[in-house]
Each structure stands twice: as C-alpha cells, then as structure tokens.
C-alpha cells in the first residue's frame, strides 16, 4: 500500500433524489445539489436510475446530462430499455450494476462470468454511443478476467463488504475484506494496465482513508454516507471533509 497518488471522488447523488420521492415533491432537486457537490471539489457525479424509478427520474439524467461541469457517470442495469436511455443521454461514463426490485442498495457485484457475451454485447453498443464503461464487481479474480474480456474501460470493486464488517466492529473480517480489495486492484493491473479501477459502495469518512491509500485505485464513489453528513454540516462542508479524510 502506498501513498503515492489518492483517488478521484465521484459523488452519487441519489439519496437527494430518494429525499425529494419520498415526498412526491419537486425538491431537494438532485441537480441543485449535483452542481453544488462539483464547486466543492467532486470530480464527477454518479446517478442510478434504477428499473423502478425509486430515486433518480428520466428527466434527472437529461437535465443532469446537459448542466454537469465535471463528468456524470451514470449507473445502469445492463437491460435494453437503459441502454436505449444511455445511448441517447451519451454520459462520459456508464457503470453497469446488477439490479433487484427487492434489494434496499446495489448487493453484491455484476455477475460479468455467468453472462459475459450478454455483457461484451452491452459494452460494444455503449462503446458505439461514445460511452465509457465500468463493471460494478465485487473484488474476485474471475469477475476482473471477464471485464477484462469484455473490454471493459473500467472496472468499479465492491467495498461493501469491507464496509459491513467495519460496521459490525469485525476487525478480522474488515481485514479479510480490505486484503481482498487489495489484491484484486494488482490483479487487475496485471491483467491490463491500462483498465482503470475505480470503488465503492458503503464508504464513509471513517473507512475511507484506508482504500484511498491503496495505490491503482483512480477513483471512489461515495453517496450515502456524504449525503448523511451533509444533514449536519451542509453538502458543500460535507464534499470537503470527505476529500479531505480520501488525502489523510
Ligand atoms: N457505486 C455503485 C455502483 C453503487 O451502486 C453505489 C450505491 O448506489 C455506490 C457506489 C455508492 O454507495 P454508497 O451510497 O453506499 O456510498
């Protein structure tokens, strides 16, 4: 592990958008927020729009598309109607996610192996869009050999487990988890030095300094806990602190 360059924070602005659903309202208005998040130093914006429309709507991403500064990076289940809509919106980048109606957050990574020619399939149409595209998997071997093979852009590693276990107060587990991080980011570079590897999933201001110190990772996404810290110390204030805890 090494110091030597910390990652880029893509802010995922979802939760602004499940705030404002919640209600049926027209705010808090995810793009207000979005373009907050960038003048307080995010190199990016992540959006979801998920098969059942629970936080992010079409017309978010549309919107967003057009007023960004920085880049969007937008996540998507890998099913024909998303796809349509990101070739048409043509973000920077496209994150592909695995996806179920039930699930209360993204669980588990993109099964890349068990669907690899559907998934290659999927990165050739983006491609052909102008997109960029990452594979949102969890920290395994196989999975990184079959984004690879697909010819992913990039590649998003799971934290969630790392971060569950820091939750639990599992430090050997933590451990486990943040050793497997680690070895799928060499893994990765081995395999192709130029796939980018990005993560995220569960971070906060407190396990974050550990994965922003792992040398290869380009960039973190992190929604959740910066959008609940920003209840306290507003979301500019809230950016801040989290890039400064990704540079201790
Ligand atoms: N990356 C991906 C692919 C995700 O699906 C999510 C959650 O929407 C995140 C990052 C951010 O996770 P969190 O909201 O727990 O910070």
New binding site residues.
Partial sequence: MTTSHRPLL?V?I??VATLRQARGVPYPSPLEAALLCEQAGADGI?L?LREDRRHIQDADVFEMADKLTTRMNL?LAATAEMVDIACKVKPEWV?L?PEKREEL??EGGLDVVAQQSHIAEVIAKLHTAGCKVSL?IDPEPAQIEAANACQADAI?L?T?AY?EAGLANDAIKEQQELDRILTAVDFAKSQNSSLIVNA?????RDNVTTIAKIDGIYEL???????ADAIFMGLADAVKAMKAAMSQ
């Fill in positions: 893509g995922n979802d939760h992540t979801h996540e994150c996610v957050t993204t949102f998003e799971h969630g971060a995220g999933h569960g971070l906060t996404n992190i929604g959740h806990a910066l959008i």
